[in-house]
């Protein structure tokens, strides 16, 4: 039983003592019969009033609830929207969370900013992450594939110089001799790359170069010639799976590639491409530590013969290593630090070794990549030659859009 007011408490105390005062004639009863009436109705306009705070209290607390159950229902729309896939019905995922507000008929009212603007962000696309540059330099580096259906163009331009300084046989004057020859070569070269988003965790590439290339022959102080030579270079067409991905952040992607081969002029050193196409499988794994994803890649090239001048050539096998890392400075801006290293088995000429005809190239790379808008993203990259065989330096400008 709930306790009584103080002022009913108080009324039925001055009742009593009413009561229990003797009485000793006739004319000081009808007061006293009046004075109890008076009480009594006190008492119950008392007893009312309470009735009618409690209820007051009860509809306010009614009311807070059925607040409380409509700010509910307003955030399970918006968690229902975030995980909605496309083409389902924006209503459909809506009914479980708008079943509370009918339920305690709660008259609809406008939604403050705050929640207005929460709900434009619970209709963006599901692949939100993907537009971070942390993921956009992971899909470039291969470590990740597009969503099914997504396009990604890339224009790429790089410009890479070697130099190289050594003895060799030249023929100077019509006499041949031993001199120190100085070979510089500038290559410059566009290309357009394409990556389609397939099905079943895949991803379609397509890469088509063009190269312009120009080298300048000094030997024994004397100028001997310069060559140049441009063309469409090595188009490659290449499909990356990926395996697994653990929700701890590890995958293992693997990749096909077909390299095809450019044309050359046998009389010239200079070329816009390779003269002998490849195919080229590989394995990529990578490893997410926020805001750090590790990648490591292991490939191997087959080198395909042909015969040029009646003479057939195997340009050898080659076999890659890469690894580096992908920080996220920002959710618009990555820094990429990498290493390349592969190794190229000696050439055959008619199925004899061509002793010395191998090479060993090594690089350390790194790079930038911007967000300019969610579907443009903006890349620069620098390299530095660790080997003789390697370009002393190159550095590269890529604008990947998607559409």
Do not use: C
């Amino acid at each position: 039983m709930e306790p009584l007011s103080p002022a009913i408490s108080r009324t039925l105390v001055l009742f009593a003592l009413l009561l229990a005062t003797p009485v000793a004639d006739a004319e000081r009863r009808v007061p006293q019969r009046q004075m109890q009436w008076q009480m009594q109705r006190q008492i119950q306009q008392a007893m009312q009033a309470e009735g009618d705070s409690k209820a007051q209290l009860f509809a306010a607390l009614q009311a807070q609830v059925a607040e409380l159950q409509r700010r509910l229902a307003i955030l399970e729309q918006s968690a229902s929207q975030r995980t909605t896939r496309p083409g389902e019905s924006a209503i459909a995922s809506a009914g479980p969370a708008a079943a509370p507000s009918a339920a305690v008929n709660a008259p609809p009212r406008r939604l403050p900013p705050e929640s207005a603007t929460s709900s434009a962000a619970a209709a963006e696309p599901a692949n939100e992450d993907l537009s971070r540059a942390l993921e956009r330099a992971l899909v470039r580096e291969g470590g990740l594939v597009l969503p099914p259906g997504v396009v990604e163009l890339e224009p790429r331009y790089r410009y890479q110089h070697r130099s190289t300084n050594r003895l060799e046989l030249v023929s100077i004057a019509g006499q041949p001799q031993v001199a120190q020859v100085d070979r510089k070569l500038d290559a410059s070269q566009l290309s357009l790359g394409l990556r389609l988003g397939l099905p079943w965790s895949s991803q379609l590439e397509l890469l088509l170069p063009y190269a312009s290339n120009r080298q300048r022959t000094v030997a024994a102080g004397s100028f001997l010639s310069v060559e140049s030579a441009s063309g469409f270079g090595n188009t490659e067409i290449g499909l990356t799976k990926q395996l697994f991905t653990e929700p701890g952040g590890f995958g293992l992607l693997a990749s096909l590639r077909w390299v095809g081969q450019a044309d050359a002029n046998p009389d010239s050193t200079v070329a816009a491409g390779s003269s002998f196409g490849s195919v080229q499988g590989g394995l990529l794994f990578v490893t997410r530590r926020d805001p750090v994803v590790y990648f490591g890649a292991l490939s191997h090239s087959l080198g395909q013969r042909r015969r040029i001048a009646g003479a057939l050539i195997d340009p050898g096998n080659a076999t890659g290593l890469r690894a580096g890392a992908i920080v996220a400075l920002s959710p618009d801006t990555s820094l990429r630090l990498g290493f390349e290293f592969s190794r190229t088995a000696d050439a055959r000429l008619d199925s004899v070794v061509v002793a010395g005809s191998g090479k060993v190239q090594g690089e350390f790379s790194t790079g930038f990549s911007f967000v300019l808008t969610p579907r443009v993203l903006l890349g620069m990259e620098a390299g530095l030659g660790l080997t003789p065989n390697s370009p002393n330096f190159r550095v590269g400008l890529s604008l990947p859009f998607r559409f």
